[in-house]
Nanobody, 121 residues
């Protein structure tokens, strides 16, 4: 089981930026597709962005042009650069290993604790 630790969340004004990090344990990070998800209160957990082992990237329509997913395999770390933040981006953000089936990204069973992002209008 891979251990995932998210960090970098916080309170930011609308229009501001945050950079989230996800540190992964183990030696197989570079082989895994990874994704960032978010869950707002009372809503389901949705994919925000995904990146495959070979660098294929996909974004939710709501964050395209504002968020950038990246990975540093040497550091076993996944990143999410979030710019032009909006109040509707407020959520707990999680990372996870994913399996990409065509256009569908399926997350793994085990989740980290997440990191809270709050965007104040």
């Amino acid at each position: 089981q891979v251990h995932l630790v998210e960090s970098g969340g916080g309170l930011v004004q609308a229009g501001g930026s945050l950079r989230l990090s996800c540190a992964a344990s183990g030696s197989t990070f570079r082989l895994n597709s990874m994704g960032w998800y978010r869950q707002a209160p009372g809503k389901q957990r949705d994919l925000v962005a995904g990146i495959t082992a070979d660098g294929t990237i996909d974004y939710a329509d709501s964050v395209k042009g504002r968020f950038t997913i990246s990975r540093d395999n040497a550091k076993n770390t996944l990143y999410l650069q979030m710019n032009s933040l909006k109040p509707e981006d407020t959520a707990v953000y999680y990372c996870n290993i994913v399996v990409k089936h065509g256009a569908i990204w399926v997350p793994g069973l085990y989740w980290g604790q997440g990191t809270q992002v709050t965007v104040d209008s």
